[in-house]
């Protein structure tokens, strides 16, 4: 009797409390539910928000492009009632942006090739090898990061001038490359670090050189980082105004964000707010065409190393 007797009272709490913890969980699994698509709402809401803000001017500047002057002022936020092509053939001419795109060119193409090539062999030197003053040299990179250029344009311009670089495209070149090299630096040695070493030493083992192990295997390796570094470098290098309103004072080696204030301040162009929007749309096209053919390798280079 005692056995029969406790059998169901020590059964009845287990089944009591079966269906009581079911519920917490299940009501738990809920409310995590409904946080989690709150926050999901929230976050793309934002997203969109933001995506908002970034591509509107973009696409009122290219419209704006398009319009004549008075259309500009008197209807600012409606469509051009035709495509007016001669702003752009004014832009490229008459204020000599073709000029500008050129030197430009010129200066971001030397200036970028110069950046990876000696940042790369630099950041493989100090993420790979042991040596004295390995930190000191690394740490001394990145304190260039941290240096405001302003501290260093009246001395930079000095040391230029001496150097007889001054008003010249290779001086500019020189500047640039100097002025990237840090976060190069910074960046691709933590993307060599994360390279497998074995490859190298395996290399190493067959009768490779250094620079034929460096060239042919660990900088084919470490496209993705220099890919992402490169455009950043190419984003901030395009759009430097005040290196080359300093070092670079000849009207005839302008860039193009000289050419842009000076197609902004010109009493040639002072009311032509049509010519003005076509050449910034024309500074702002190798940009974007940059990003968005290479936009898979710049996420692919900035998460290669968390995903290591």
Do not use: C
Request: hydrophobic share 50%; proline share 5%.
């Amino acid at each position: 009797m005692k056995t029969t007797d406790s059998t169901p009272s020590q059964a009845l709490p287990q089944q009591a409390g079966g269906p009581v913890r079911k519920e917490n969980t299940s009501g738990q699994e809920e409310r995590e539910k409904k946080e989690g698509r709150v926050l999901n709402v929230f976050s793309h809401g934002m997203l969109v928000l933001w995506a908002f803000m970034v591509v509107m001017p973009l696409l009122w500047a290219v419209m704006t492009s398009f319009k004549d002057d008075n259309a500009i002022f008197s209807s600012p936020w409606a469509l051009p009632d035709k495509l007016h092509f001669d702003n752009w053939a004014r832009a490229w001419t008459d204020a000599n942006m073709s000029d500008y795109f050129f030197n430009t060119i010129l200066v971001v193409g030397g200036s970028l090739v110069g950046t990876l090539v000696l940042g790369s062999m630099a950041a493989y030197v100090l993420a790979r090898f042991e040596f004295p003053g390995n930190g000191f040299i690394y740490y001394l990179f990145i304190g260039g990061m941290s240096f405001p250029i302003m501290l260093a344009l009246v001395p930079l311009f000095y040391v230029v001038n001496n150097m007889g670089l001054l008003n010249t495209i290779h001086g500019l070149i020189l500047v640039y490359i100097a002025y990237s090299l840090p976060f190069t630096v910074f960046f691709l040695t933590a993307f060599f670090r994360t390279l497998p070493a074995s490859v190298a030493e395996a290399a190493f083992v067959d009768g490779a050189s250094h620079s034929r192990t460096f060239f042919q295997i660990m900088l084919p390796m470490a496209k993705p980082g220099l890919i992402s570094v490169g455009i950043f470098n190419f984003l901030g290098q395009w759009n430097q105004y005040m290196l080359p309103t300093v070092l670079n004072t000849d009207p005839d080696k302008r860039v193009l964000t000289q050419g842009l204030v000076q197609l902004a301040a010109s009493q040639g162009y002072k009311g032509d707010w049509s010519g003005l929007f076509a050449g910034l749309v024309m500074a702002m096209m190798p940009v974007l065409a940059a990003y968005i053919v290479f936009q898979r390798q710049v996420v692919t280079g900035l998460t290669a190393g968390a995903l290591k």
